[in-house]
């Protein structure tokens, strides 16, 4: 049974920086693809990031672009994504998610793994 643990949330001023932890545990790590996804209040789950299983291609939400970095340590079996220039509609619970299969990177219905989710505030 995969388990996926975030942390490294928390609170941060506007402009400041934050990095997230993805601890992956029950699976072979390298075998799966990893995202992060995000819901404020009031809002859908949105896509974030995800990065391939070799680390070899990632993506990203326009809206993080050139702020968020993915990355993957497959020998710690931990995903992060280090958040940059965080602005108050940063403010949301994200979220980490893995899946085995090949699928659309940026739909989080073809994931089938979720962690709890983290909150992230930023305060302008």
């Known amino acids: 049974q995969v388990q996926l643990v975030e942390s490294g949330g928390g609170l941060v001023q506007a402009g400041g920086s934050l990095r ?27 896509f974030v990031a995800a990065i391939l299983r070799t680390g070899e291609m990632s993506y990203y939400a326009d809206s993080v672009k050139g702020r968020f970095t993915i990355s993957r340590d497959n020998a710690k079996n931990t995903a992060f994504l ?29 994931y089938n793994h979720w962690g709890q989710g983290i909150q992230v505030t930023v305060s302008s």
Request: aromatic share 10%; charged share 25%; net charge positive.
């Open 82 to 110: 280090q958040m940059n220039s965080l602005k108050a509609e940063d403010t949301a619970v994200y979220y980490c998610a893995a899946e085995e299969k090949a699928i659309n990177v940026r739909l989080g219905r073809q």
């Open 20 to 46: 997230l932890s993805c601890a992956h545990s029950g699976g072979t790590f390298n075998h799966y693809i990893m995202g992060w996804f995000r819901q404020a209040p009031g809002k859908e789950r949105e």
